[in-house]
């Protein structure tokens, strides 16, 4: 065929590369479609080559395959309430745990530094604000991880020894992994807030709440998660960001339990309004949770499968089931969302909270098509969400038959982030998530969608690769 001839036809075009190619056709009457290609490794030669090794490394997956089979049979459930200093291992009399990767006191930002002098104003470590917080500066309280300790925890993620949690196991791979309670809306530590609201609510929540709420489930038993989890997704949840209706699915389990145990009427009455008056009751079970199923397949050697995403307001990480427990860290990112009235872009903190590790598992942004209601609080359309969970299944190792959506004909959510996906297709996850105002106390300034950034993923996939080639060069 003749280059005339060609050109005489009605051409369809397929354009790689810049998009602006493809609208030119399209403004001169052709017909063009803009494929979205990115090379591998966002064209690092290097980086890229060991991809391709690890990729095609039977070892990767095989140890993938292992870590993949532990997480979606993992089997979490809700055992009881128990106050972090005596439950939650590593924890010492002066420690506070906290949200995302490890970070020093001068490090923090704004609203973990504000809830770790609510926090030791609540303990009793210090009579004001100035005496807790020349108690940080002094280096008397000893700041960890949320992570190190199979514990998880919304925004700042603040846990201090005297604070109750929620005990979550999962049965079939031995972990236990904690969260704290949810405060609700409003002036809370998680945001920063430490005024002498927000203590009486801490002291409330440690000496009422938890005590009724650990009662009723040694009256009512124990609750597997999965299967509430399952069905309030079939009710318009993603378990991130909107739990409403696990929220009641749960409060339909502790209430009767609750009326039982002895507890003083006017305290129950008490506790069952505040789970009432708070959508997010159940936010912090769905954390820990999460958190069973990721730790259920961690320690996998050679596995890329993401163990957890974390931010702490100033970096993001991510680990990795087959390297261990290094943390792979880059700035946190803005959120693009939808902001209260009176509060913009200039308000926000950076991406805070160990809340991700809900997307960690397949849930919030990778099971938005289930929950289509989320955008009116997030930003986009229906349409939008829907999009979001199938984009996931590129950097998924597979969907979970546990958790299902009906929007998409009851197929499982996209699960088991594998990091080697996400740099071959330069795919990030996505999270929604709420945003916090950059100062202390301010509280919740809207809510929005966000990318893990790729650099994670780079430091993560050269970790392995040099962990692999160690591995080959020991065994020969």
């Known amino acids: 065929m003749s280059l005339e001839e060609l050109f005489r036809r009605d051409l369809a075009v397929v354009n790689v590369g810049l998009a602006s ?41 095989e140890a993938n395959a292992e870590a993949f089979e532990r997480f979606l049979d993992a089997h979490p459930v809700l055992v009881g309430v128990g106050t972090a200093g005596e439950v939650i291992p590593g924890m010492g009399e002066r420690t506070i745990l906290h949200a995302g990767p490890p970070i020093a006191w001068a490090d923090m930002c704004g609203p973990m530094r504000g809830a770790v002098i609510g926090a030791a104003l609540f303990e009793g470590w210090a009579a004001g604000r100035e005496e807790a917080e020349d108690l940080a500066e002094r280096g008397e309280i000893r700041f960890d991880a949320n992570h190190h300790h199979g514990a998880v925890g919304p925004m700042a993620g603040i846990i201090s020894p005297s604070m109750p949690v929620w005990i979550v196991e999962d049965r079939v791979n031995s972990t236990r992994t904690y969260s704290n309670l949810n405060e609700g809306l409003g002036r809370v530590l998680r945001f920063g807030a430490n005024d002498e609201s927000v203590i009486a609510r801490l002291h409330w929540m440690a000496d009422v709440l938890a005590p009724i709420l650990g009662a009723a489930l040694e009256v009512g038993g ?21 739990n409403v209706a696990a929220s009641s699915l749960l409060f339909r389990r502790l209430a009767p339990a609750m009326l039982r145990t002895g507890h003083r009427p006017e305290e129950v009455a008490a506790a069952i309004d505040f789970i009432v008056g708070n959508d997010h009751f159940f936010l912090n079970i769905s ?27 100033v970096e993001f990480g991510i680990r990795l089931s087959g390297t261990a427990d290094e943390w792979f860290t880059a700035p946190a990112p803005v959120i693009d969302g939808l902001y209260f009235p009176g509060f913009g872009p200039d308000d926000a903190n950076r991406d805070l909270g160990d809340s991700a590790i809900a997307e960690t598992v397949g849930l919030g942004g990778f099971a938005m098509a289930a929950a289509p209601a989320i955008v009116q609080f997030v930003g986009g359309t229906a349409q939008d969400a829907i999009a979001y969970t199938r984009e996931m299944r590129d950097v998924t190792m597979g969907p979970n038959p546990a958790f299902t959506i009906p929007a998409l004909s009851f197929n499982g959510t996209p699960s088991g982030i594998d990091a080697l996906r996400v740099l071959d297709s330069g795919t990030a996850p996505v999270i929604n998530t709420g945003i916090a105002h950059r100062e202390a106390g301010v509280g919740q300034v809207g809510a929005g969608v966000t990318r893990a950034p790729l650099e994670c993923f780079r430091k993560a996939v050269r970790s392995l690769s040099e962990g692999m080639q160690r591995a080959t060069a020991a065994a020969g």
């Open 222 to 242: 124990e609750i597997p998660i999965k299967p509430l989890v399952a069905q309030a997704l079939h009710m318009g949840d993603e378990c991130h960001n909107r």
């Open 21 to 61: 190619f493809a609208e030119a056709i399209r403004e001169t009457g052709g017909r063009a479609v803009h494929l979205d290609w990115r090379p591998p490794a966002e064209g690092d030669r290097e980086l890229g080559m060991a991809l391709a090794h690890l990729l095609e490394d039977p070892r990767v997956g």
């Open 287 to 313: 954390m820990a949770s999460a958190k069973a199923m990721a730790d259920g397949a961690h320690g996998v050697p050679g596995s890329s499968l993401v163990t957890a995403m974390a931010r702490n307001g």
